[in-house]
């Protein structure tokens, strides 16, 4: 209920502000509006891009100038920082993994094999039993035998529903420094948790979230696809992290510190999303997300349209969810910093455009059929550039995190951004609809794996 508030509010307010717009200049309110909104996503974009360009010249310039005149001031700072890397690296906490799973009895054991080839010592792995009914209770009993560090937690039919839930009831029987989550299909290469430990040290950084990869032998178009939208997601991370902006975990090769996770609660049972509202209360709550583009984590990608559409329904409906319920303390400048602030706004306009285009779409069919003049071909150029600014992005995620040829990337992500706009334009809005006219939150419902992965094959 409150949430339905505040999104009528909000689009009250919207209305009201287009209303006002309409009474000083003629025309379509809502291409307006979508002006503005791509204008958003335009400057971000340039924002983002330039943040990584600027990181990426200033690193080769040190390497370039600095390293190679090496006068006494700069080998004094080469040393200072490599002491501190050399710190940093040396911070060995103890870690517990934890992997929430249900019915993965075809993928378990590869995963749970693999992770205890981690290059690193000190960890337990801990598998949540989600009330499963397939062969996977067995298989960890005999995982049990082979590997004692391997911790089972069996859930009670009747138990609160949901990956956070299982997670929550997880945490307290664990006590590593750092929890780091991973799901029943994930591999990691034994260095893992080498990389990316360093970056979770300082003292202000509460989690740090590996980039996400498909396994590269499904080589059908959709998983190839998937691979491309979290190339985007690489991009945006990277960008978001130099910036200081809202960095977010991704539920999969995530980790975080326990007081950090202690210190907001744990994650959030009713959340369907468990990773977006983590991030939503660490940020929040002034602890920073760090991404490790170098810290890779594998899944496999969903391979039909029904699961597609069933996950990113999930996502989408969550995504929007966890807006509504931090919109004061994201808004809050004792919360967030200013960048933080921009960052997230910006982010929400990613869900604001299909409804505002779908609305603007409707109004002018309704305005065609009562004769009124239409507004179709500036609807047209707004939803061609939507399309053009978000097909730019995704060129340049895959030049960068997957290594395309110009040309072949160009055509690749044309595709991809046709396939995106496909999928997400019905799942935003009918997550829209579900917020403001569903009796109750979507229930959570876990993404099916189908063991199409071994280590040789990433």
């Given at each position: 209920?409150?949430?339905?508030?505040?999104?009528?509010?909000?689009?009250?307010?919207?209305?009201?502000?287009?209303?006002?717009?309409?009474?000083?200049?003629?025309?379509?309110?809502?291409?307006?509006?979508?002006?503005?909104?791509?204008?958003?996503?335009?400057?971000?974009?340039?924002?983002?891009?330039?943040?990584?360009?600027?990181?990426?010249?200033?690193?080769r310039r040190y390497v370039r100038t600095q390293v190679r005149k090496q006068v006494p001031s700069v080998r004094k700072l080469l040393k200072s920082k490599s002491t501190k890397d050399n710190e940093d690296a040396e911070w060995?906490?103890?870690?517990?993994?934890?992997?929430?799973?249900?019915?993965?009895?075809?993928?378990?054991?590869?995963?749970?094999?693999?992770?205890?080839?981690?290059?690193?010592?000190?960890?337990?792995?801990?598998?949540?039993?989600?009330?499963?009914?397939?062969?996977?209770?067995?298989?960890?009993?005999?995982?049990?035998?082979?590997?004692?560090?391997?911790?089972?937690?069996?859930?009670?039919?009747?138990?609160?529903?949901?990956?956070?839930?299982?997670?929550?009831?997880?945490?307290?029987?664990s006590k590593g420094e750092v929890i780091a989550v991973f799901d029943a299909d994930a591999y990691v290469a034994p260095d893992f948790l080498k990389k990316i430990l360093p970056l979770l040290a300082p003292e202000h950084v509460?989690?740090?979230?590996?980039?996400?990869?498909?396994?590269?032998?499904?080589?059908?178009?959709?998983?190839?696809?998937?691979?491309?939208?979290?190339?985007?997601?690489?991009?945006?991370?990277?960008?978001?992290?130099?910036?200081?902006?809202?960095?977010?975990?991704?539920?999969?090769?995530?980790?975080?510190?326990?007081?950090?996770?202690?210190?907001?609660?744990?994650?959030?049972?009713?959340?369907?999303?468990?990773?977006?509202?983590?991030?939503?209360?660490?940020?929040?709550?002034?602890?920073?997300?760090?991404?490790?583009?170098?810290?890779?984590?594998?899944?496999?990608?969903?391979?039909?349209?029904?699961?597609?559409?069933?996950?990113?329904?999930?996502?989408?409906?969550?995504?929007?969810?966890?807006?509504?319920?931090?919109?004061?303390?994201?808004?809050?400048?004792?919360?967030?910093?200013?960048?933080?602030?921009?960052?997230?706004?910006?982010?929400?306009?990613?869900?604001?455009?299909?409804?505002?285009?779908?609305?603007?779409?409707?109004?002018?069919?309704?305005?065609?059929?009562?004769?009124?003049?239409?507004?179709?071909?500036?609807?047209?150029?707004?939803?061609?550039?939507?399309?053009?600014?978000?097909?730019?992005?995704?060129?340049?995620?895959?030049?960068?995190?997957?290594?395309?040829?110009?040309?072949?990337?160009?055509?690749?992500?044309?595709?991809?951004?046709?396939?995106?706009?496909?999928?997400?334009?019905?799942?935003?809005?009918?997550?829209?609809?579900?917020?403001?006219?569903?009796?109750?939150?979507?229930?959570?419902?876990?993404?099916?794996?189908?063991g199409q992965h071994t280590p040789s094959n990433v």
């Open positions: 209920m409150r949430n339905r508030i505040i999104l009528i509010s909000i689009a009250f307010a919207v209305w009201a502000g287009l209303k006002a717009v309409d009474n000083l200049v003629t025309g379509p309110e809502l291409l307006f509006l979508l002006a503005g909104l791509l204008a958003m996503m335009i400057s971000h974009s340039v924002w983002l891009f330039g943040a990584q360009d600027e990181w990426q010249r200033k690193a060995n906490p103890w870690v517990d993994i934890f992997i929430s799973a249900k019915n993965e009895g075809r993928v378990i054991a590869t995963t749970v094999r693999q992770l205890f080839d981690l290059d690193y010592d000190q960890f337990y792995v801990w598998v949540i039993d989600d009330c499963s009914d397939d062969n996977m209770p067995e298989v960890l009993n005999e995982l049990r035998k082979e590997y004692p560090r391997l911790r089972v937690v069996t859930r009670t039919p009747g138990s609160y529903p949901g990956k956070s839930a299982a997670l929550n009831d997880a945490l307290p029987l509460g989690a740090v979230q590996a980039q996400k990869r498909i396994y590269e032998r499904q080589t059908d178009w959709l998983p190839r696809f998937q691979d491309t939208e979290y190339a985007l997601d690489s991009y945006f991370q990277v960008g978001r992290d130099i910036i200081g902006g809202a960095v977010e975990l991704r539920g999969n090769g995530e980790l975080i510190k326990r007081n950090a996770l202690i210190d907001v609660g744990g994650w959030t049972n009713k959340a369907i999303t468990d990773d977006l509202d983590l991030s939503m209360k660490l940020m929040i709550n002034n602890w920073g997300i760090r991404f490790s583009p170098d810290a890779v984590v594998w899944e496999e990608g969903v391979t039909t349209g029904k699961a597609l559409m069933r996950q990113r329904r999930r996502w989408a409906e969550g995504s929007i969810r966890r807006y509504l319920d931090y919109i004061f303390p994201l808004n809050s400048p004792t919360r967030l910093s200013l960048v933080e602030r921009l960052d997230t706004l910006v982010f929400t306009v990613y869900f604001l455009v299909p409804a505002v285009v779908f609305l603007e779409f409707t109004s002018d069919v309704i305005r065609f059929m009562t004769g009124v003049p239409t507004y179709g071909s500036f609807l047209a150029l707004g939803y061609f550039l939507v399309l053009w600014v978000t097909q730019i992005d995704f060129f340049i995620s895959v030049r960068i995190y997957r290594d395309m040829p110009p040309l072949k990337a160009f055509f690749h992500t044309i595709a991809v951004t046709l396939y995106v706009y496909g999928h997400w334009v019905p799942c935003i809005l009918v997550s829209f609809a579900q917020i403001l006219f569903g009796k109750q939150v979507s229930t959570w419902h876990r993404t099916e794996h189908v």
